[in-house]
């Protein structure tokens, strides 16, 4: 799962709240670095704290480092998540430095895998906590007020799934609702299994029960995460429970869109298609990491499937859903790729089409079989991934230029830019994902967040599709809320 598949405003708290005047235990801020599932936990780590008593804090507080507490959530995944996590924690330090009595807290997946690192590196930090143990973050700051002594606490076994935490929800329209944590694949290039541990299932119910919450709280959105959520089940031998999960989400009342990340290859069955294609409220979208196109380079990798079966089920999902945007990861220089590994890449990204393709080079991640085979120049993985990126950005056009002139169902998520006095638009995303930046046009209501607005594209973007319908002419403007 992937940081780059989020806007800003999707990262963000965007009901930032206004400064308050009682501070409680402190004011504090929550960083986060990462994928979807650090989101979610940030808004756990933001319960636990404001369960504990202490005040988010607001967006002038934060430019004003008005804080009396701030916490990073770490990624792991990457190379370069681990040099951005270094780099703040040392801009952090400056700011400590001008607000002595302020705590710095570092959590998530690196807080997780290199703890001792952190502690050794930045003795400033006050608190070190991991995945498996956000609820221990209040007592670990207070227990280094007590003693002048940073904390460091990080579980190896889960003792409180973080959905059974307080939560402080990033939007009020929609919500990410975690099914499972953990991964039991063995990728070689990947520290997930090391920094989140093997699978474990949420009870279907307890999903459902916390999905019916948030929609009763004004939620109309809800994106079911899992490090391979349609393995959802697979562990007390219900292979169809994730089915079964996205068929149940359609007679939830009020519940308008359901969105799932990331689904592994091997476990997308045709139970779970016929479930997509069958359920009003699941969207037909899809995050598929293909990783490489490259047999031999996905042997390599421990990825269980090889690339006509992954183009075989890609073609059964359009097949039943012909409107379906489907993304994708992609390694590029993964140890011991040749050219003709990357040929092949390219021969199946071309083939399979996708909307966008989130593209890495390899980052070795210590402790990981890959780390210890022979690497790539990274000269030469450069060059392959600026031609891939050519690739993939000619077919998103292709794709996108297929959206002018049709009308979409847009839920809004906020305004479209810095420039929206000037362009009047509202920003959000259609049924399949795609943003889309909508103009209101003279005198028809502007819609709020959550609305969801009927209009006709006009023009598509590089990444974005922009809607400004023309209601003389015939074209589509609608909002119901």
Known sequence: MNEEMMTEEERAFADAPAAAADRGRGVFA???????MNVHDSERIAGVLEAAGYVRASREQEEAHDLDLIV?????????????????????????????HMQIAIGGCMAQLDRERIAKRTPWVDAVFGTRNIEDLPALLERTKATGRPQTKVNERLEVFPSDLPAHRASK??????????CNNTCTFCIVPTT????????PGDVLAEIRAVVAGGAKEVTLLGQNVNSYGYGIGDRYAFSKLLRACGDIEGLERVRFTSPHPAAFTDDVIAAMAETPNVMHQLHFPLQSGSDRILRAMRRSYRSGRFLAILDKIREAMPDAQISTDVIVGFPGETEEDFQDTLRVVERARFSSAFTFIYSPRPGTPAAAMEQVPHDVARERIERLLALQERITAENLRGFEGRDVEVMVTGRAGKKDGETHRVTGRERTGVLVHVGVPQGEPMPEVGDFVTATVTHAGVHNLIADPDVAAGQTYMVRR
């Open 30 to 36: 929550v960083h986060t670095l990462g994928c979807q």
């Open 72 to 100: 990073m959530n770490t990624c792991a995944v990457r190379e370069n998540a681990a040099e951005r996590m270094y780099g703040t924690i040392g801009l952090w330090a400056k700011m400590k430095r001008e607000r002595p």
């Open 173 to 182: 329209t929609s919500a990410w609702v975690a099914i499972s944590v953990g």
């Open 196 to 203: 989140r541990g093997r699978e474990r299932d949420r009870r």
